[in-house]
């Protein structure tokens, strides 16, 4: 819980202030609510911290030095999520993620996901997560989670502060509407074959998405 205090510190307050912070914490009340933010919205090393307080710990916040107000531990620290559910898909994400940005990601999955970074994440992962990279480095990669399917991805979101362009995106930016990789020449007919009766579709006003079709 969060304690908020506005007051301008000065002089002789000063041990007033230590006093209210080293109290145990109470929430502020508007009517018969505690205000509350969203433990997502603060920075990610604000965020470690506070994931590292222990019962009946706090983390006092200070303002040029003095103290402002304080967070305590809302109960027992949770354990580490479970990856050794077989009903759990555990996704390593070898791109650079934030905490914060990792947690939305395992949000969106669902109940059934379990996100981590390859330092957390064990050896039997079942998806590893990868921006455009080289193929040995993909190589290095599958050899450490030899079991997990490897996909590629590029993303932005400035909100979470991603940025992972690579030549697919540029071309979609560029006008492409449809990228296919295909193992040959029939395999090839039939993705193309199949691109153009979606695009028809489209014409006539269907909404099946355009996708980007892997060769197999």
């Known amino acids: 819980m969060i304690e908020f205090h506005d007051d301008t510190i000065t002089g002789g307050r000063r041990a007033a202030a230590l006093e209210r912070v080293a109290e145990p914490t109470r929430p502020v009340m508007t009517g018969e609510r505690a205000r509350q933010v969203d433990i997502g919205r603060l920075p990610d090393d604000v ?21 402002v107000a304080a967070i305590s531990s809302a109960g027992p620290r949770p354990g580490p999520p479970r990856t050794d559910d077989a009903d759990v898909t555990v996704v390593a994400t070898a791109m650079k993620l934030s905490a914060s940005a990792r947690r939305a990601l395992s949000a969106e999955l669902g109940p059934d996901y379990v996100v981590l970074d390859p330092h ?34 590029e993303v932005e979101d400035t909100e979470l502060g991603i940025s992972y362009h690579g030549p697919v995106r540029r071309l979609l930016d560029a006008g492409a509407e449809t990228y296919l990789t295909s193992a040959n020449v029939p395999h090839l007919a039939r993705q193309l074959d199949h691109t153009v009766a979606q695009r028809q579709q489209l014409g006539r006003g269907a909404t099946a998405p355009l996708e980007i079709s892997p060769g197999t």
Not at 50 to 62: F, I, K, R, S
Not at 120 to 139: C, K, N, R
């Open 47 to 67: 965020v470690a911290l506070v994931d590292a307080l222990g019962p009946g710990e706090n983390l006092v916040l200070t303002r040029d030095g003095l103290p």
């Open 120 to 153: 957390s994440a064990p050896a039997t992962a079942d998806v590893l997560l990868v921006p455009p990279v080289s193929p040995q480095l993909i190589g290095n990669l599958r050899a450490k989670f030899p079991k997990a399917r490897v996909v590629l991805a």
